[in-house]
């Protein structure tokens, strides 16, 4: 198995790409105790200096502590692992854990514009970078658009420019009811 690496507009972040199928549904994980929920993230955080794993469709975005390790010295092991993981067969999820999707059932005409908007043109372009972004809420009587970055683009130096430049001005030609777009932290 051959893993390529792929850096991502974060410095903190490593886009890990094992050429295969990751994760149907994008998942995050900020913590330890979150990461119990997959046998892979949880033994990526046993490394020293991961801060962050994120699973995209077809990679693993790693996050590290920027006061940690240099990716010099966190890459090798996090590779190692990685490939432990797939050439083992274990599953990516530990049985019985829900992927937390939303089923949008119930969402005004104006979000599910915007959430399709979302996922076909936005989230496969975040999706290069290593991250996701998700919709959080709208406020249909101030016309601004919540959204929440995870993976490689939360924290990112460049993320409030991507949201402004990119999504912001996207939204509000295709989504006139759109004012403005913030960031959920």
């Known amino acids: 198995m051959f893993i390529q690496t792929e850096p991502t507009p974060n410095p903190n972040a490593l886009k890990f790409l094992p050429g295969r199928e990751v994760s149907a549904e994008p998942r995050e994980f900020l913590s330890i105790d979150q990461a119990a929920a997959s046998p892979l993230a949880e033994a990526l955080f046993q490394l020293e200096g991961v801060a962050g794993v994120f699973f995209g469709a077809d990679y693993v975005s790693v996050t590290r502590d920027p006061a940690g390790l240099e990716w010099s010295r966190m890459k090798a092991p996090i590779l190692a692992t ?3 993981h797939f050439v083992s067969g274990a599953p990516l999820m530990r049985h019985g854990e829900a992927d937390g999707a939303d089923s949008g059932a119930g969402d005004s005409e104006i979000v599910a514009e915007i ?7 936005i989230r496969p372009a ?13 406020d249909e009587e ?11 683009c939360a924290g990112c130096p460049s993320s409030s420019a991507t949201l402004k430049a990119g ?3 996207m939204m509000k030609h295709y989504v006139p009811e759109v004012t403005r777009v913030e960031q959920v932290i």
């Open 167 to 169: 999504v912001e001005q």
């Open 82 to 84: 990685i490939m432990d």
């Open 142 to 152: 101030s016309g601004v658009l919540s959204l929440r970055m995870r993976g490689a």
């Open 126 to 138: 975040v999706a290069q970078d290593g991250g996701d972004i998700l919709f959080d809420a709208f």
């Open 115 to 121: 959430k399709q908007l979302l996922d076909s043109r």
